[in-house]
């Protein structure tokens, strides 16, 4: 054979002789050719580096690839823990507010609480304390008009780490304050004319007390 038919020849083979799909027979004639031509021989180092940057450019594209996703999951998944654990310390502060609020915190029973009137003057307070140790009373109450209080909500609460002490033996109080036994001063400075209807709703558990408001009057500040 020509040596000029062999470079054709070869640069044919060269492919799949690289991919090794050429036989033995072949691969000696391929051999042996690039033994004595340099140009063929510097060809297939070319062919195959030339393979070689390629394979190495789709490896570090599906690498680039795989890097993108992994971030992107990353990311998602970051995202999820962070929503996740919003919604459980929401779901904690709900959960301590309605235990603070409503499960550590009853409507009283009125044989929990002592209640009496404490008159100094012509101020008349409504005084509510807890019988047991380690409870107090707390009061809601709701006005006529923002004028005066009209119902009071008796709770009783069990003492725990949310409530200072001193808060214990003081109870609570709502304080009216008379001009005199016709005549109540209200929170806003207005005077009112009491009348029989005018009356004040203690709340309890188990009972509601009515008082009318005049009844709170200490009627000692006219004797003296
Ligand atoms: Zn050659």
């Known amino acids: 054979m020509s040596k000029v038919m062999k470079h ?19 691969n000696e004639q391929i051999e042996s050719h690039m033994d004595q031509c340099e140009e063929c021989r510097n060809y297939l180092n070319k ?5 070689f940057s390629e394979y190495e450019n789709e490896r570090r594209k599906d690498k680039r690839n795989v890097d993108y996703f992994k971030k992107v ?19 904690l502060v709900l959960i301590t ?11 009283a029973n009125s044989s929990d609480v002592d209640t ?14 807890a019988k047991k140790d380690n409870h107090y009373i707390i009061l809601t109450t709701s006005l006529t008009d923002g004028e005066y209080t009209d119902t009071i909500f008796v709770y009783e609460k069990r003492n725990d780490f949310s409530s200072p002490s001193k ?18 001063l209200l929170y806003n400075g207005k005077k009112k004319k009491l009348t029989d209807e005018d009356k004040i709703t203690i709340q309890y558990k188990d009972k509601t007390d009515v008082i009318p408001i005049k009844d709170l009057y200490d009627k000692g500040n006219d004797a003296e």
């Open 8 to 26: 054709s020849v070869f640069k044919d083979l060269a492919p799949a002789y690289i991919d090794k799909l050429t036989s033995e027979e072949t």
């Open 47 to 51: 062919m195959k580096e030339d393979l």
């Open 73 to 91: 999951r990353s990311k998602n998944r970051k995202k999820i823990t962070v929503i996740v654990s919003s919604l459980l310390a929401m779901f």
């Open 97 to 107: 507010a309605y235990y603070f609020v409503f499960v550590n915190m009853w409507q």
């Open 116 to 129: 009496n009137i404490q008159t100094q003057g012509t101020l008349s307070t409504l005084l509510f304390k």
């Open 167 to 184: 808060i214990l033996k003081d109870g609570g109080g709502i304080t009216f304050t008379f001009e005199d036994e016709n005549t109540l």
